[in-house]
């Protein structure tokens, strides 16, 4: 059955009694802590911080529902991915400090991992690993770089590691496989299962989520919204993609569509040639990233980049399908997987992720104003929240916590420009991407003026 534009698989597939029923909260307009939004990075800040100190009273107010955001929509790595690199954070806070943070992540996926199966879902999370797949010599190239990044920042073969072609095939069948970069520090989730299970854990832990309820502005320990005032000792903005429709925030983080395209459920044949017997969530190194996982129903579920930026950081309901993208994905999967070809792609939607101007994120707490936020983590957050949510949780109690030694506590970025310089610069890296691919796949060697274009905007 093909569902209607813009309607998730995830939507579509959570089990009726795995929805998260929010009572409507007491009328109080006083709370110890007020967060704005109900998606992973302010659900994993509620809990921790109710199961570090159940006294605290915590409400988190979200204008639509509960994983409305990209936290229900995403492909459902829980990878230990970071947004900046290895390299870039060694720049600013020296390479012990990019190591403890990689760690923290490889920790991270763990915890993750940990609290499914404590909370009674072990099914929603699968842990596969991810597969880098080498395409062509320039993408070999590139991973074969990111590899010897890993090597001089400490990690070993245990925590990334080379596989010829014909082991990479093995764990995806893709086509044109010269090599592939495959890491166990990945699971496969069902993100909007994950997001309920983590409002569930928080309501039962006492905390008391408010829907359909808009914030217009985040104050020093007040929020205005639609339904009246909020006053709170602390404030946490936890809005990543739709943090520019704050007033005062226009400029914070670009919200960046990705879109995504999911598989009838296929058959043991095809699975037969594609592989994925474990589920290894896949992509190849070229410029405009593609993502994919093997779902627990057995569909592929794909997405990429490379929608367009709209202009004055725009976004709307509309921007979540995009027909010319839908069929980019099908292309690519039809050349990744041309035994799948005839298979049916039964939904296709999007959602919006943010972009903080150096690309790299962060997590704040200001004990003075009682102001907080976290985000920025481009497309890698569903680890990354969880990260976040426990720093935050440490920063506000004010417990002694090791990761509150990591280096993006407290990283702030700049502004993004004014339009229309920023509609003008994001959407020519955005072709320059696409260029640079064309020039790949044609040529089989590494596309020295576009590539170069993206990576050194990227890096600035
Ligand atoms: C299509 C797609 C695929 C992705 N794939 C992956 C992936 O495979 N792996 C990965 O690690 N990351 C992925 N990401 C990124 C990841 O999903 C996000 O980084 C992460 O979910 C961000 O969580 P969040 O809670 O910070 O933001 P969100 O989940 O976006 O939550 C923000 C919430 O705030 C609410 N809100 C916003 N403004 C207001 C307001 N003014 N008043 C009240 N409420 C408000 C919103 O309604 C929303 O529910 C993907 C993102 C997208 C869009």
């Avoid at 720049?91 to 199966?117: H, K, L, N, S, W």
């Amino acid at each position: 059955m093909v569902s209607a534009p813009g309607r998730s698989l995830w939507a579509d597939t959570v089990p009726d009694d795995e929805h998260a029923r929010p009572d409507p909260p007491p009328p109080t307009t006083v709370v110890d802590v007020a967060i704005v939004g109900a998606g992973l990075t302010g659900l994993w800040t509620a809990w921790y911080l109710a199961r570090q100190d159940p006294t605290i009273r915590i409400r988190v107010v979200e204008r639509e529902h509960i994983g409305f955001g990209a936290s229900g929509r995403n492909g459902g790595w829980s990878s230990a991915l970071l947004p900046m690199g290895l390299d870039r954070i060694a720049a600013r806070a020296g390479p012990a400090a990019a190591t403890r943070f990689q760690r923290a992540m490889y920790d991270t996926v763990r915890e993750i991992e940990d609290f499914v199966v404590a909370h009674g879902h072990p099914d929603l999370f699968h842990r596969g690993g991810t597969i880098d797949l080498a395409r062509s010599a320039p993408e070999e190239e590139r991973l074969r770089d990111t590899l010897a990044t890993y090597r001089r920042f400490g990690f070993g073969e245990s925590d990334h590691r080379w596989l010829d072609a014909s082991e990479a095939r093995t764990v995806c069948g893709a086509t044109k496989v010269g090599g592939g970069l495959f890491t166990p520090h990945c699971g496969a989730v069902h993100p909007l299962r994950l997001t309920h299970a983590v409002a569930r854990a928080a309501l039962g832990a006492g905390v008391e989520i408010q829907e359909g309820v808009t914030v217009h502005a985040v104050h020093e320990h007040r929020l205005d919204t639609s339904h009246g005032t909020i006053t709170a000792d602390v404030v946490v903005r936890a809005t990543e993609g739709y943090t520019s429709g704050l007033d005062g925030e226009r400029r914070t983080l670009l919200p960046l569509y990705s879109l995504m395209i999911a598989t009838e459920p296929l058959p043991a044949e095809i699975w037969s040639e594609i592989g994925l017997a474990g589920r290894s969530t896949f992509a190849d190194a070229r410029h405009e990233v593609v993502y994919g996982q093997r779902t627990a129903d057995d569909r592929i579920a794909l997405g990429g980049r490379g929608a367009p930026y709209h202009f004055g950081s725009a976004v709307r309901p509309d921007f979540d399908t995009d027909g010319a993208i839908r069929q980019r994905l099908i292309d690519t999967l039809g050349d990744m997987f041309p035994c799948i070809r005839e298979a049916s792609v039964t939904h296709h939607w999007g959602g919006v992720l943010a972009a903080p101007r150096d690309w790299q994120c962060g997590v704040r707490y200001d004990r003075r104003t009682g102001l907080a936020s976290a985000g920025g983590y481009v497309g890698d957050g569903v680890s990354t929240t969880n990260l976040a949510g426990r720093t935050l949780a440490a920063l506000i109690t004010g417990s002694d916590d090791d990761l509150l030694t990591l280096p993006w506590v407290g990283h702030r970025s700049r502004r993004w420009e004014p339009e229309p310089l920023r509609w003008l610069g994001v959407n020519a890296l955005g072709r320059a991407a696409r260029l640079a691919d064309r020039n790949e796949q044609r040529t089989d060697s590494g596309s020295r003026v576009w590539g170069r274009v993206v990576d050194a905007v990227r890096r600035s």
